[in-house]
């Protein structure tokens, strides 16, 4: 679901999804999303030519996200996160549809999303030449 009022979020989170993902594109007061994509990269550029690079990618994803659980006055506890074209990278062979489901259920997931979206789908850098995600078995809201 697309809305353009950031003051739903309080319903939403409120409300009985299953999962509570939030993707944002305009800054969100008192929500300052890690920067996924440079801590994962900071990590994994010792191990890039490591014959298991998939699997203690994993593991270092998993780290940071665990680590980066914040307490917001508004929304609670929740996990914010911006940059996230590591988890797209094929040699990572990260399940981006699992991870989603893993970190926003019971837990609200903030992802700022800078690419394009469109009818439960997100498009990572653009429809024409992107990613495709499909979001259809997981609750979020776009704004």
């Keep these: 679901m697309e809305v353009n009022n950031p003051n739903i979020i309080q319903s939403y989170l409120n409300s009985t999804a299953r999962n509570k ?61 911006s940059n996230i074209g590591i ?21 609200p997931l903030f992802v700022k999303w800078e690419g394009e979206t469109g009818m439960g789908k997100l498009f990572f850098l653009s429809k024409q030449n992107g990613i495709k995600v499909e979001l259809k078995n997981l609750s979020h809201i776009i704004i």
């Design 21 to 81: 993902i939030i993707f944002f594109r305009i800054d969100i007061p008192g929500i300052e999303p890690i920067d996924l994509g440079n801590k994962v990269a900071h990590s994994i550029s010792k191990i890039v030519n490591d014959k298991r690079l998939s699997f203690k990618a994993k593991l270092i994803i998993e780290d940071v996200l665990s680590s980066s659980m914040i307490k917001h006055d508004n929304y609670g506890k929740l996990l914010a996160i």
């Design 87 to 107: 988890l797209f990278e094929p040699n990572l062979k990260i399940d981006i549809i699992n991870l989603f489901d893993s970190y926003s259920t019971g837990t």
